[in-house]
């Protein structure tokens, strides 16, 4: 068995980190959006604990371990606001929510 290369690891995330900006950038329904952003998240994590693993160092692993458990409040929060707005506005789509223009 072939054991993964630092490379092989930052590809992966980058490639997951570019789906996710494609996916913010495309998309207009704000649930996917944040799903995009998440991804993009765990994208950055994934390279932290790679660095960390190559390096021999537990550091990484501890910044993610903080980062996963900041990710985990900032989605219910993001939920609970797409909830919020949703039952307000009766949808979740991004070209319809323009209360801020003008």
Known sequence: MIAPTLNAYLVLSFLLFAIGLLGVL???????V????????V????ALVAFSRFNGTM??????FFILTVAAAEVAVGLAIIVALFRKRQTVQLDELNSLKN
């Open 43 to 46: 994208a950055s994590t994934l």
């Open 34 to 41: 944040f799903m995009c952003l998440e991804l993009m998240l």
């Open 59 to 64: 550091d990484g692993n501890v910044f993610v």
């Open 26 to 32: 495309i998309r207009r329904n704000t649930l996917v």
